[in-house]
């Protein structure tokens, strides 16, 4: 095993595109700011030095001209990866996305490929209010033709883009403004990474918290806090939001008999939902306790951080919830 | 209100010939694609380009095999101009297999990569992007082919239109914008949907060099055209052309024409691009009486092996529903 | 109880508009090609000639230019009713929708209302394939802010709009483009309906048919044939999307301890597994069955007409659903 | 570049030292603001607006009571030439019940219904469409006011920048759409976001009356906006007025300012509207400098009487999270 070392979230997402960029030739990052700027989140910093403008593009307010032109790219035989500064504007590029990106393999009956990778700033940053907060993987993660993932360790910060650029396929990567400064380890050779399987964060065997993003430390946080009690729970990241590892989630129950799910989007018709209508088709005769969900709250994302933080799980809650649950 | 084109092609008898098949061609096969509707042998939405022939034939005609086309829902002359097989075509719109997109895409998603034909698109706007897109990956791969992209006037409207014509002109890349101004977004017309009806005018406020031309004459869209690949060849930037056209049919099968006079229609007749051409074709003796009875033969026969092909093609497996979702997995 | 009448879902959805115009002068309504071509699927043909072009609005193809508009309407004191003549095209309109439409009120502390009608056309039509044959309810319903309706019955296509209307919030409100020619009946005196609650529209006692939209009818076609084979279900038409009504999901399982969810959606993260999770909250204990889905194939729509449909649960297929979970 | 504005408005003492008190008011509302910001009393994205006062305050003071303004999430400045009171404003940055969102919306999200002002919108461009709809309904209700919308040079890439224009054009309605061209979107100048930077030749390309205007002077926005606001008020359609300006400060509080030289700011702060003004007032002897010093005084008092309400506001009931979901219900 090679040596671990320390690392932040935005430095580990900054070496895979580093990477990435320096390996093959017809990638290049296009999106608004990542040049000249250094990138909204500072991911990008020194990029455009490094690489210069051709693969460094600031592109002008325009998210779905410059989505398409970045699905156009791939069509045209280059490997884009779009930047669309976070989640809540890509609303605007959504037609670009699902319209074209996720169909022009099916409508053209096989004969076109999209191979582009698009990243996107998701969740919470610190009280950017309602325009600016959301969490939109269950969007996307209903559509059929993209792959959907979510970078909830340091270590897939350091390693999915670069499995993502080799997907035939569209890729929607969800990276977290709220993780950026939080320091983790990882092997020092960290790279690739699997991009369809979920992972066992923790294992535990008294209760399964299936989660991603954000979730995945928050709910280790909580476990730390449930281990104290003596209940050891086990913590499922999803990773790959579409198409769903199934497999992973029935196994956990499989052993766990018990599970709450945990995410920051909103409750109604998100992840959660899916996982728990699947554990109830497949799952139902494991299950000790139903299975329940910790989501966001329904509101759209209130500016003062007291109602931010009360609006979103904390790991206080989840063991809290846990703790609930095993008692009744 | 068109610009003056300077000095109209002179086509070779060969080339007339074959620029003349391909007008009456794409006529002959929509009409057999109506019919083909009417049996409900082809469904979902049916647009027709009859009258805008010489816009696909004349914008065609100047581009080469590697020069990539996208187009819309109403895309199967520039499919036939393109050279995609009118057979493989008729199938699609069967549904069959044997056709150009698998059968998966019907009449608006017609594709074939071999071709550079890029679809058929029905989000009306939503394939400029796609086409900057791929023009950037043309320059920075240092190709020197050119994507041609053809829209409707009312897809001008659209936000995406803007945004890519500001990335073209922002990125220089080798595009050409077509804009087929047939009067009418469905049953809008113009009027109402710009508020600057002379559409060329747009493509200067980017500083994109612009056009407009008569696109009921073949020969003045050819020699527009002609100067709008080699600005592009110039510059390696973008064009914008706008060709003046009209539809002789409805929008789509499910159009009762409410919006239009039947007069308005019956005088964009009289501009029929097609005996236009033919006519000067047979005026300058570049072609005889025989020869255009000749085309007019094998036309029929094409589009007649077209429509065999089709009734001839086979069904998918249905087994196989959810293939082409990701490449060469199949869907959960 | 006032006669009934006959009448095709189109007209009943025609006859709420007009009354709706003439009724307040308020009401106006744009979309594309609602006037001079009739409305792209002849809902609003005549209305330009009654009501003229003031109340009449054909707009240029711009979604989210004109849905924004009418938002913007709104709340400058209008009543408008924004017609998206697909839901497909709806993506193009989708920040408008929830960024401003749904936020609007929270952002400004509750000073500010959004009273719109958005409807648009829903489902497949007849071969549309795979940029205009989508159901995209699952989006819609996961947003907080936005009121969601779906039109499943012809009563509801008389009524939805009207009451819709008064509502101070946004509402989105899904008609169904293969149901406009068919005919059902309604009371001669039909008008406003509620639109808080899920309806239950054949009451049975063997298992719950939870679904919505072109599903209601599926439904009661399958209901018949199981009741050909002494199988008495239920069908719950959920008419709300958001805020679901959960009670009345509880009450018919409490009833019949069994269901199944059906909607033409795709299957991931959609109304069904929102439905199916809730259940599994607050009805599993009341459970004989695990509750199960039959959703839209999660393919892109395909053109030719056997696969169309093979994509979405049909009578036959939901019959033939329900008979293998009872022999479990 | 400017275009000629004919004659500078002759302002009275009065008004003279009203705008003055606006200008420096909105200044030093910023510094304590980001003074705020720096001892995390204010938190999220702060956006200032020192440089740019100009703009706002020429421009309002043109806008009657029932005049509607939309802003972006730079709109501090907007905000308080609108009207609303300073207190509630920095209540709300704070995130106090107090404030003139009840604190939900922060720096970004302003709103004050019986001000007609309309937010502080942090999507870009996303609020021009809502502008147009609100000009719309005073037209549809025969209302004589009009609706000012303020966006930054940046937004007009975006497609809905096309659209709101196009409809607004159509639709003949009486909105004035300001664009704030202050050379930035974020770290991005001007050169790559249009490919045509004279943004006011957009407006001709529309079909609307346009006109730019230097931005650092108030006199000049002040006579550029009676020209607008006549002019709409007189066709009861839209114009478009771009206003050349700068903005001093960092895009927000989170920006290293990479991409300008520090040189270019301070070329820059020699145009600062607000001693322009001032020193104009002085030589035309409409002010003198003991009224400068009261104005001075006065605002700092008024923005530490802010800073004083937003301290002593009170933080809603974390119980009530769920309200302003629905109307007079609460989210389930
Ligand atoms: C984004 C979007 N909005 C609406 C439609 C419905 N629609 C299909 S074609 C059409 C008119 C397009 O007119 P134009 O661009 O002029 O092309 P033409 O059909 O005249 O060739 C409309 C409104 C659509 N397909 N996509
Ligand atoms: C749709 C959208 N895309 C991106 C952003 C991120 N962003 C916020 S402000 C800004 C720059 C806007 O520039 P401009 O319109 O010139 O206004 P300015 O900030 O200079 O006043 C960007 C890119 C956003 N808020 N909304
Ligand atoms: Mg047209
Ligand atoms: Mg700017």
Redesign the interface.
Known sequence: MSKMIKITYREALKQALREALQTDEKVFLMGEDVGRYGGAFAVSKGFLEEFGPDRIMDVPLSESGFTGAGIGAALGGMKPIVEVMTVNFSLLAMDQIINNASTLLHMSGGQVNVSVVIRMGCGIGSQLAAQHSHSWEPFYAHVPGLIVLSVGVHEDARGMVLTALKSPDPVILFEYTSMLNMEGEIPENSGEVDISKAKVRRSGNDISLITYGTGVYKCLEAAALLAEDGIDAEVLDLRVLRPMDEESILESISKTHRALVVEDAWRSVSISSEVSARIMEKGFFELDLPVERLCGVEVPMPYPKHLETAALPQPMDIADKVKKMLRS | MQKKTVGKSKVSSKQGNKLLHQMMLIRRFEEKSAEAYTETKI???LHLYSGEEAVAVGVTQALGEND?VLSTYREHGHAIAKGLDPKTIMAEMY??QE????????S??L???SKKF?????????????????????K??NLDNI?CCFFGE??G???????????A??WKVPVLFVCENNLY?????IR?????QELE??G?????PSASVDGMDLLAVMDAVKKAVSTIKKTGGPYFLVCNTYRFRAHSMF??E??REKSEVEEWKKKDPIPKFRDYLLNANLLSEKEVDAIEKSVEKEVDEAIDFAENGT??D?RD????????KE??
Chains 1, 3 share one sequence.
Request: hydrophobic share 40%; charged share 20%; with cysteine.
């Open positions: 469904r979902g939405f990539n549904g069959k056709g150009c997109s698998k059968g998966r895409g019907g608006m998603h594709f074939d990569a890029f679809g058929g698109s029905a989000i009306v706007g939503g394939h400029l992007p796609l086409a900057v897109g791929m023009a950037l990956a043309s920075k791969q994507t009312g897809a409207a659209e936000g995406e239109f803007h945004e890519s014509m500001n990335l002109s922002l977004a469905m049953g809008t017309a109402f949907t710009h508020s600057i005018k747009r200067d406020s980017y500083g994109i159009d009762a409410l919006y069904w998918e249905i529903l959810t293939k082409f979702v990701y490449s060469e869907a959960e």
